[in-house]
């Protein structure tokens, strides 16, 4: 059973930067494309980057282009996302997901969240000066 644990998130000041971590257990990354959402309440679940774990291609919203990177730490099987420059409106519950079937050198992946079937429980982002 595949779990993925969000951490790193926490309030930060407009202009500051934070490092999310995806961590799995009982799955490895390898193979896989891997997402990170946000969302706030009232509002559509938001894909903001993307990862092909086999090739390392990548995506990004533009909302967080030039702002976030996403990244892999393939010797302790996670998924990270840089956060720099950020935004009052970059406040939000921030999640990563997984999509569990296999795929190898395909070089895109997607932000639809519809794309991933296996989610993490998130952690809070909050820009406020």
């Known amino acids: 059973q595949v779990q993925l644990v969000e951490s790193g998130g926490g309030q930060v000041q407009p202009g500051g930067s934070l490092k999310l971590s995806c961590e799995a257990s009982?799955?490895?990354?390898?193979?896989?494309?891997i997402g990170w959402f946000r969302q706030t309440p009232g509002k559509e679940r938001e894909g903001i980057s993307c990862?092909?774990?086999?090739?390392?291609?990548?995506s990004y919203a533009d909302s967080v282009k030039g702002r976030f990177t996403i990244s892999r730490d393939v010797a302790k099987n996670v998924v990270l996302l840089q956060m720099n420059d950020l935004k009052p409106e970059d406040t939000a519950v921030y999640y990563c997901?997984?999509?569990?079937?296999?795929?190898?050198?395909?070089?895109?992946?997607?932000?639809?969240?519809?794309?991933?079937?296996?989610w993490g429980q998130g952690t809070q982002v909050t820009v406020s000066s």
């Open positions: 009982g799955f490895f990354f390898d193979y896989h494309k």
């Open positions: 997901a997984v999509d569990t079937s296999i795929s190898i050198g395909t070089r895109w992946c997607a932000l639809g969240a519809r794309m991933y079937d296996s």
């Open positions: 990862l092909s774990h086999s090739d390392g291609a990548t």
